[in-house]
């Protein structure tokens, strides 16, 4: 069947969330150093249980202000390790429909989940999708947005599959048959809803059913699996961070490589998040080092598989960094109370919270066994992180001073983070660019201070201070998200990224591994150091700091 041509109208917005909200809330375990201990203001609650913990589920918050008292600090061993020159990461943006990056040449790759509009558009269950991800019954899937639709640029798109069914899109037209090929053009987006297209499927023969579908424009430049735009895009880093392509925030209550996804399958909906293979593919094709987070619940032949694929398939002269799930103290995260109830439940402290540093300090000893043993011809190409909250030498010395750590780390990792009170606590109501400017300044300078304090003390256990995590993090109240919004576009912005970036390199050095690559401007905050795939330079002051620090360090 020849092409035919389709317009495409664009569709109301659909509600979504992002994969990665960072955790905003004040109440939400802020922690600081407090005459010499550490103390957690207003942690949370959840409900997440494990067998090792049956009896400590619903954890009670702490107290407003819980002081931990005296410790025992281990005394640290090793020789101080050299200062390092500024390398800078990124985290990478999550690949789904609604997001502003766009990854993967097949446009219907990765978007999230085929929905059943029959069902209040509800996911399609597992058991009604082919191996290959696509389905069994009258379904419907979001495509990712093209980089030049979120230009405001009309884009033309071709689809192909083979199979039975009736393929539609946007109810604008109806294609029947097999090893068909659709053609339409995508509206450019115009700053007001989302640019929404909807391919249907129905009809579905179960015995020849949809596959092979792919929709990308005509003559699109491709690096393996990806638009070789975002290949490029990334090339300034060192180290790409796949947190938001792993499903370790989410903490799904088991992860085994029978679960995992697979590269192939159009839905990458597998325990674990995006599939490994496509993470060292990016890696290698941006010629960078990946840092993956694995989730907490990942079972032994997963972390033992996961480590062989990344040893085998990673390029040659490329390390591996790896993290056992993602920011397990931080109570806004299911994770942690899980990390708690462990180490209660083991009686690792007489002390309740510090149960969780010592828990997660056991099991990343486990984790990177592990690790080592996959990479013991060439332990060079391991890179074994261990992190914690920015500021908090305590709970350094405490996970290095836990058994025998030290020998199964390489390197501690915080997140630097700047401006969380800014228009909330902090000048809320204030408008004037200038004085918010000089607030968040302030807030700048004590992130660094904080991890010049960490280097310090992951410098006496011999290890690597690096950031897992780090940038702005002005959540504004919802009365301030205009002003805040020009914060973000503001060229003060490219200048303060520029005094970050420095004393980063001049007081710390080492990796700064920025969140993230790509991000709206919304209530949750403006995480992205720029806003859309392919946004001028001129009007994104953060990426261009960065890239110009990227530049210079070359």
Known sequence: MSSDKIEVRPLPALSATGSHKKVLLATVLAATVIGGAFAAVGAGSGTNSTSLSPAVVNQPAPPAIYQFGTRTVPTPTGTPSPARSLSLGINVASSNYYGTERTFANLAFATGAWRNPAASWADVPKDKLTPGGTPLIYAALILNVPQTVWAGKATPITCTWTGSGNIRVDGDARLTGSNHAASFTWPGYTGKALPTVILYVDSVNKSDPLANLDCREPNLATNGAFDQRIVDDLKPYGILRFLDWSNANSNPASVTWATRSTPARLVQDGTDGIALEHMVDLANAAGADPWFTIPWNADETYVRAMAKLVHDRLATGHRAYFELSNETWNYGF?????????GVAEGLSSDKYTNGVLR?????????????????????????????????????????GFRDAPKWADAIATAPYFGHDLLRSVDSGVT????????????????????VADKASATKWNKRYVAYEGGQHIVPFAENAAVAAQMQRSPLMHDMYQRYLQDWKTKIGDTLTLYSATGFIGQYGAWGIREYAGQPLADSPKRRAVLEAASAAR
């Open 360 to 400: 997660y300090a056991e099991k990343s000893i486990w984790f990177h066994k592990l690790l080592t043993t996959a990479f013991q011809d060439n332990p060079a190409r391991l890179v074994r992180v261990f992190s914690t909250q920015n500021g908090n030498g305590w709970s350094i010395d405490q996970m290095m």
């Open 432 to 451: 004037d660019l200038p004085t918010l400017f000089a607030a968040l300044e302030t807030m700048r300078v004590a992130a660094i201070d904080r991890a």
């Open 334 to 342: 299911p994770i942690a109370n899980q990390v708690l109830n462990e």
